[in-house]
Structure formats: C-alpha cells, structure tokens
C-alpha cells in the first residue's frame, strides 16, 4: 500500500501547495471583475437588441462557448502580444509587449471566456423581470435609465446570484490551466513538485481536495448569500401569518 499512496507525503504536499493559493484566488478574483463587467455589457446589449452590436455580441457569444478554454489561453498569449507587436510597427507606439507577464494574458483569457456564460445567464435574469413591474415603473415617470438601474438590475441580479455562485467555481477551476501561460499557480506547483518526486497521484490527490474545499466554502457562501436575497420574498408570506397583524 505504501507503494502505491504514500500518505504522509499527500499531507507534505499540502501545505507546499497551499503557498500558491494566493495566486490561484487573485486571477479568479481579477478575473471574475472582468467576465462579470463584460458579462453585464454583452447582456444588455442582447437584452435590447442594439443594431449592429447585438450581432457582435451574439458571435462573441458563440465563439467564446464554441471553443476550448485551453485554446483561448493560447490565443491570448501567443496573438496579443503579436498583434501589439504589429501595431508597434505600423503606428511606432512603443508599447513593451516583452515586458507584459503570461499573468496578464491569462487574467484576459479567463475573464473573457466566463463573460460569454455569464452574459447568458444574466440576459436570462433580465428577461425574468416581470414586464408589468417595468410599465408600472414607466407609468409613475421613470426614464429607461432609471427604470433600468432602480427596477430591473435588481431583481435581475438576485435571480442571477446561483448562476454567477456556479461561473465563479467554474472560473476558480479554469485557473487551473493558467499554467499553459507560464503562470505559476496550485496546479503549476503540482506539476513541479510532482516532477521532482515523480509521485504524480499523492500531489494531484491534494489538488482535487483542496479545490474541492474551496468550491464547498464557495457554495456555502452563495448558498448564504441566495438566503439572504430571498428574505424580502418571504416577507409578505409572515406578515400574513402573524396574528398580530
């Protein structure tokens, strides 16, 4: 048995890995910041059909989910900094593509690939908001503006809390793969402490317990949060039932 899973060297492992989990938690928060900004950008726009740009974004959408997160990175790493390294040569802008970390690639990557799927499930929460909350908003004098940020994000964003709790766990994932754009997280870790013992399943086997952790805090803390936005939806079903009422 010892052969096959040396235990004490999965406890070791741990705490060498834990020291990059820093890493891991600032490119999901970065780039959550973007896939959430870009996601509410692409959602509104689909949600009021702007000419021209509903069709950008729909192909945006389609591309995005169309292709392999992997190969994403790929592109972010290897086609920006080609493309900024043209636009140095037509224009003499002087911009230092070489001094520009896989960090920064891998950051855009991610936030762009989670902002396709979050613009999805933020179009649908839009959608859910009852119209005639919208034409009551509109009756009492309210602009488009005002109807928008007052009424309908609101309640948009709460009925979209489960699906941002659920991309923002996908997204603590993806940052698995980071590691392709020479950025040294958990999973990159693993890979060089693994290659110096060449005990591959002891060190992947405290990987997956420790995401696994850490998307259980995740679901606890948006399973907490969903509770909390849903009191005001209980509120008239006790006020009915107090007798006091």
Do not use: C
Not at 35 to 51: H, Q
Not at 85 to 106: S, T
Not at 142 to 156: C, V
Not at 215 to 228: A, H
Request: hydrophobic fraction near 50%; aromatic fraction near 12%; avoid cysteine.
């Amino acid at each position: 048995m010892g052969n096959f899973f040396d235990f004490q060297l999965f406890i070791d492992n741990i705490p060498a890995l834990l020291e990059f989990l820093p890493v891991t938690i600032e490119l999901t928060i970065l780039s959550m910041i973007i896939a959430v900004i870009m996601g509410t950008i692409i959602a509104l726009i689909r949600y009021s059909k702007t000419p021209v740009l509903y069709h950008l974004a729909t192909i945006y959408v389609s591309f995005i989910r169309g292709t392999p997160i992997i190969v994403q990175l790929f592109i972010a790493y290897f086609g920006i900094p080609a493309l900024l390294r043209a636009l140095n040569a037509a224009y003499e802008w002087g911009i230092p593509v070489d001094a520009v970390p896989g960090y920064v690639f891998a950051i855009l990557a991610l936030g762009f690939n989670e902002s396709a799927y979050l613009s999805e499930t933020f179009r649908a929460a839009l959608l859910s908001v009852p119209r005639g909350q919208i034409e009551a908003a509109q009756a009492l004098g309210m602009t488009n503006g005002q109807t928008l940020i007052r009424i309908i994000l609101p309640e948009a964003m709460t009925v979209a809390l489960p699906g941002i709790g659920n991309g923002l766990i996908t997204l603590m994932k993806g940052t698995s793969l980071s590691f392709t754009t020479g950025v040294v997280e958990m999973t990159a870790q693993g890979r060089i402490i693994a290659g110096r013992s060449y005990r591959y399943f002891e060190v992947y086997v405290a990987l997956a317990i420790i995401y696994w952790a850490i998307t259980i805090i995740l679901e606890l803390v948006f399973s907490y949060s969903e509770g909390k936005f849903s009191v005001s939806d209980k509120a008239p079903e006790l006020i009915q039932n107090d007798p006091g009422v």
